[in-house]
């Protein structure tokens, strides 16, 4: 009895090692595959959170616009088409040199402007002034309270068809002075409250070249 009872024992005995060794072995490898995968989970936190802060950043970008754009742009086009339809007249009504150069360069500068704004209009489904849009524009009587942007009446633009020689570049350099004063100021609102970079540029333009305009208008009055 003592001998099969001896014999019988040795075999549980390497049963029990066996089986602790493969729960260990098994334990083991849970362990390593929970590291790997905890591991690949970070990474590719890491690669989302990275994706978007970069998408973040550029949602803001290019193409981005806000109210002030829009009436910047919708505002000067028209002012802008006054100056031109003021600057044909120099033909054959003006008289001094400087007063045709001026109003060649207005011509030259501001015509592709417009196109420049109507195409922004156009891209941010914008509505696009009309070619008369400035006959309706606040700001055409200078005795009113809008008159900051310049325009002119009907009545200016009269009497400036009937003007010639000396009276025209006398006339025509008073109104393009308050004329280009009332665009410097759009200008200088859209540097400030606008968002879209290329009119703030634009803007910025604006009020660099028509400031130096201004000085030579008056230069010219001084001397008429």
């Known amino acids: ?18 089986v602790g060794a493969l729960v260990a072995g098994a334990l083991t490898l849970t362990a390593c595959g929970g590291g790997e995968d905890h591991d690949m989970a ?29 009436t910047f742009a919708q505002s ?4 802008h088409e ?11 009504r003006a008289s001094d040199a400087e ?20 195409g922004w209009l156009k891209s941010w489904g914008k509505e696009v002034p009309a070619s008369d849009a400035s006959d309706s524009m606040p700001g055409m009587d200078h005795g009113g309270d809008s008159a900051m942007s310049g325009m002119m009446s009907e009545q200016d633009m009269a009497d400036l068809k009937a ?14 002075i308050a004329h280009h004063k009332g665009a410097i100021t759009m200008a200088e609102d859209e540097q400030k409250n606008g968002r879209d970079a290329t ?15 201004v000085d030579t208008f008056q230069k010219i009055l001084d001397r008429l």
């Open 1 to 18: 009895m003592a001998y099969f009872k001896h014999v019988s024992s040795r075999p549980s005995a390497r049963r029990l090692a066996l």
């Open 42 to 70: 970070g990474m590719d936190g890491d690669k989302t959170s990275a994706t978007a802060t970069t998408g973040s950043e550029k949602s803001p970008g290019a193409g981005a616009f806000n109210d002030a754009d829009v």
């Open 76 to 79: 000067m086009i028209p002012h």
């Open 82 to 92: 006054q100056a031109l339809e003021m600057s044909a007249l120099a033909d054959g």
């Open 99 to 118: 007063i045709k150069k001026l109003a060649g360069e207005i011509e030259k500068a501001q015509d592709p402007e417009i196109r420049t704004m109507t």
């Open 163 to 176: 003007a010639k020689g000396t009276e025209f570049d006398r006339k025509f350099a008073e109104l393009m």
């Open 199 to 213: 009119a703030k540029k634009l803007a910025g333009d604006v009020v660099r070249t028509q400031s130096a305009e």
